[in-house]
């Protein structure tokens, strides 16, 4: 079979009209010049198919020949592939390339893996990058942000000088058994329009408002906030939050990279997959929170009672009901169960009885999920990724 | 970034050498469509995913040999022969001194100031070899492309006449752009026909000092009606920051009309500038007996533009391979050769194949450094 293309010698840019031929003992033959072109098949470059590109045979005097019939050529190499022992599989990406039904299968895939790795292999890796750095690199991250707080959110504390020394010293021996590198410490301020809070910066600075200490019934709940905040700071949320973030960033720039001007719009997607991960640090901390009360036999109900009394006031000032997946903190019907806290707390009086029921982590009853408390936790002050 | 489009799309230009009397005009063509190219593009994102990269540079040959097959002049292709494993190894090589270059810092940050030294003798370098592969990697007829650019060229352009430019404070900008496209224009060579770039240096100057003088008339209008703006919502409102958010939402429909008015100003300032650097870099190269047209319009170009940004957003990027496609075929189907009726003449220059150094070196340094 002859099939009919163009011949380049390669010396000059001067077309030949040719015709090439496989013939059955392995040899390429170029037919319609002055001087025949032939070599063995496998001697000669054939190129890949892609898409309806002519395609080129390279012989080995620099000649090529050039044709737009493609299927001809796969065709003719198939018909001598084993006779001459030319190896399989060259067309495969072709096949794969030629299909809708492939392309729309690549489509998924894509999806489901960049989704998969931004959802779980991020933050795995931002966790094991944030073990190998020193402690050192926390207190460089939250250097400067409670000046700023101080500067524009926060006045001094107005609790009475004995109190604020009592608290400080029960934080202390909260946290003097922790050996971790971080400087813990409590500071207490005037919340101003933030209200009750607490937060605590990377360094391990604990920051806890009048007004929270004012909202709490007891010191075991004043104990389960701080223990909370103490489980952001051993879990270096604030670092592996800057990880994660500059992790998903490079994943967009990657794939958006040729669309520059995109990724800008683009930015949205990791802001969701942001909350989605600070979300994650608040189950993180609230389990290091419950499981030192446990450990120090503190009923767990003084973290839900607290929890609870905090979305009220909250809820009060917002009838927004947040999708899950757009907060930062997960819902507190999730954290904590209201009902079972407030029941808790009637016969109480006896914070360190450790057999207080437990409060499971979804809430038992599911009307659970339309009371106020469902609400977060007051908003928290942005220059600390930590709340 | 434009410059590189460009000459990915083109960078094989033919010509003659026989003095023939009569011209002809020879189009050039794009024959690539999206939907194939999107099959083409999506499982080699795939693959390249799956292989954890390592595939993506098959997947920039088969690019390249797509857009380059795909572009046709006088009924005949022009073929990208790039290597993949050669490819490859550029990267790993260029990605390993970058991890050693981080780990170093890491170590000692003071290593941060040999970057500098470094990118001002290194980055002509570079722009040197990635043109000398882009041109030897491609062919038309069988015959490949050359460059004859110097490391000293390229030093003098890029690093010379950059601080030339900053100690003018910009007077000498537009003969900048002229010496960077004439670096690689007046370089290249098709087979033994070296090309010359012809565009006078007040070409450039004068499409620069438009829009630059458009670009002045268009943001003292925007300051001076939204002063305007903010004038009389304040005489409607009062002052204060309630008034003035009061005064914004007033404004309304009207205001967001404004908002798009002034984007289309601007977009059409860029289409400006777009069209008019392109048609004077390449419509001022001559190949023997044969000169370069580009007569791309300031419309269509940023139509194109801005559907395809649209596309791309709300398809979250999978109208990309339809935008690269689009854009390709308006650029080349508006450029053309103004031939003196003979492509067959040309000879190929024996030195290209024989240096196959000069190919890995390309090969290394061809890592889309999007110059």
């Not at chain 1, 895939?109 to 073990?131: E, Q």
């Not at chain 1, 809070?197 to 909202?215: K, R, Y």
């Not at chain 2, 001194?97 to 981080?102: E, G, I, K, Q, S």
């Amino acid at each position: 079979m002859n099939i009919p293309g163009r011949y380049f010698d390669g010396h000059s840019s001067a077309p030949l009209e040719a015709t090439l031929e496989f013939d059955a003992d392995g040899m390429v033959r170029v037919h319609g010049l002055p001087e025949p072109v032939a070599a063995r098949v496998l001697e000669v470059e054939i190129s890949d198919r892609i898409g309806n590109v002519a395609r080129r045979i390279s012989f080995p005097n620099g000649g090529v020949f050039e044709t737009q019939d493609n299927d001809a050529i796969d065709a003719a190499l198939d018909a001598v592939r084993d006779v001459v022992g030319l190896r399989h599989g060259s067309g495969l990406v072709h096949w794969l390339e030629s299909r809708w039904q492939v392309a729309l299968a690549s489509v998924a895939g894509v999806v489901v893996i960049t989704v998969a790795f931004l959802v779980w292999g991020v933050p795995a890796i931002a966790n094991w990058a944030a073990g190998v750095m020193p402690a050192s690199m926390d207190r460089a991250i939250g250097s400067g942000s409670l000046d700023v707080l101080d500067r524009v959110a926060f006045e001094d504390s107005n609790l009475p000088k004995a109190r604020q020394r009592e608290l400080k010293a029960m934080f202390t021996r909260m946290t003097s058994s922790l050996d971790d590198g971080h400087d813990y410490e409590l500071e207490l301020r005037d919340g101003g329009g933030l209200g009750a809070n607490a937060f605590a910066l990377p360094s391990g600075i604990v920051v806890m408002t009048d007004q929270l200490v004012e909202l709490s019934k007891s010191d075991d709940e004043l104990r389960a906030v701080l223990a909370h905040e103490v489980g952001h700071v051993r879990g270096r949320h604030a670092l592996r939050h800057l990880l994660q973030a500059a992790g998903v960033t490079a994943i967009a720039t990657a794939l958006l990279g040729d669309v520059s001007s995109i990724s800008g719009i683009l930015s949205a997607a990791p802001a969701l997959l942001d909350a989605k991960n600070s979300r994650d640090f608040e189950t993180e901390a609230d389990n290091f929170a419950r499981q030192w009360l446990k450990d120090n036999h503190v009923a767990e109900s003084n973290f839900d009672a607290i929890l609870c009394r905090l979305s009220h006031e909250e809820g009060s000032d917002a009838g927004k009901k947040d999708f899950d997946f757009f907060s930062t903190h997960p819902a507190t019907g999730k954290r904590a169960s209201c009902k079972a806290a407030a029941e808790a707390q009637e016969p109480a009086g006896n914070p360190s009885e450790p057999t207080q029921p437990a409060q499971p982590a979804e809430p038992s009853n599911p009307t659970e999920l339309s009371d106020p408390g469902e609400q977060q936790l007051p908003a928290e002050p942005e220059p600390a990724p930590i709340s | 970034m434009n410059e590189s489009i460009a000459l990915e799309g083109a960078s094989g230009i033919s010509a003659s050498e026989s003095r023939g009397a009569s011209r002809v005009n020879l189009p050039f063509e794009f024959r690539g469509s999206g939907g194939e190219y999107f099959r083409i593009w999506i499982v080699n994102l795939l693959l390249t995913i799956v292989t954890l990269g390592i595939y993506s540079a098959w997947a920039k040959v088969r690019r390249l040999r797509y857009f380059y097959g795909n572009t046709y002049l006088d009924g005949h292709s022009f073929e990208f022969h790039g290597r993949p494993l050669a490819i490859l190894k550029g990267r790993l090589i260029v990605f390993g001194a970058y991890l050693l270059f981080v780990f170093a810092a890491q170590i000692n940050p003071l290593v941060v100031f040999i970057l500098i030294p470094l990118a001002l003798f290194g980055v002509p370098w570079i722009i040197m070899k990635s043109r000398l592969f882009q041109t030897r990697m491609s062919s038309y007829r069988n015959i490949r492309f050359n460059f004859h650019g110097t490391y000293g060229g390229a030093l003098g352009v890029f690093v010379g006449w950059y601080l030339l430019v900053v100690i003018t404070i910009g007077i000498l900008y537009p003969a900048w752009v002229k010496k960077r496209v004439e670096y690689s224009l007046d370089n290249a060579a098709y087979g033994t026909q070296k090309w010359s770039f012809l565009t006078s240096t007040g070409r450039f100057y004068t499409f620069c000092l438009i829009t630059f003088g458009l670009g002045i008339v268009a943001y003292a209008a925007f300051i001076f009606l939204v002063i305007g703006v903010a004038k009389g919502a304040q005489a409607a409102h009062g002052y204060g920051p309630a008034a003035d958010i009061a005064a914004l939402a007033g404004l309304g429909l009207g205001f967001w009309v404004m908002m798009l008015g002034f984007a289309a100003v601007a977009l059409a300032i860029w289409g400006y500038y777009q069209a008019s650097f392109l048609n004077a870099s390449f419509g001022g190269v001559q190949i023997g007996g044969n000169y370069l047209r580009s007569n791309l319009e300031i419309a269509p170009l940023v139509w194109i533009y801005v559907t395809n940004l649209l596309g791309i957003v709300f398809t979250l990027g999978l109208f990309y391979p339809w935008a690269k496609v689009r854009q390709t075929r308006y650029q080349l189907e508006n450029m053309a050769v103004d031939s003196d009726g003979n492509l067959s003449g040309f000879m190929a220059d024996a030195t290209p194949k024989t240096s196959a150094l000069g190919e890995e070196a390309g090969d290394f340094f061809d890592v889309d450094f999007g110059l």
